[in-house]
Nanobody, 119 residues
Framework: QVQLVESGGGLVQAGGSLRLSCAAS????????MGWYRQAPGKQRELVATITSGGNTNYADSVKGRFTISTDNAKNTVYLQMNSLKPEDTAVYYC?????????????WGQGTQVAVSS
């Protein structure tokens, strides 16, 4: 079984920065891609950024130029550096990983971490 554990959320003023981390743990797994999604109150969960095992990244238009996704493959960890935060970035942020365990691949999700940006 693979687990994703997130950290780094919190309350910050508009214009500030936060860094989210998500570490994957378990036995005998291969990470194919990792990413971050967010869900604001009353809204659907939306993609924020993804990164493949080859380092290819994809960002939502709303965060391009402000957020940066990166990984530390040795630690099975994905990071989301969030700069120039806006009140509309307020949401619960979820880590996602597409992982292969033995010969079976599927999505795994973290428990979520709250990010609140005050104006």
């Amino acid at each position: 079984q693979v687990q994703l554990v997130e950290s780094g959320g919190g309350l910050v003023q508009a214009g500030g920065s936060l860094r989210l981390s998500c570490a994957a743990s378990g036995r005998s797994f291969t990470i194919n891609a990792m990413g971050w999604y967010r869900q604001a109150p009353g809204k659907q969960r939306e993609l924020v950024a993804t990164i493949t095992s080859g380092g290819n990244t994809n960002y939502a238009d709303s965060v391009k130029g402000r957020f940066t996704i990166s990984t530390d493959n040795a630690k099975n960890t994905v990071y989301l550096q969030m700069n120039s935060l806006k009140p509309e970035d307020t949401a619960v942020y979820y880590c996602n990983a597409y992982i292969t365990v033995w010969m079976s691949s599927r999505d795994y999700w973290g428990q979520g971490t709250q990010v609140a940006v005050s104006s």
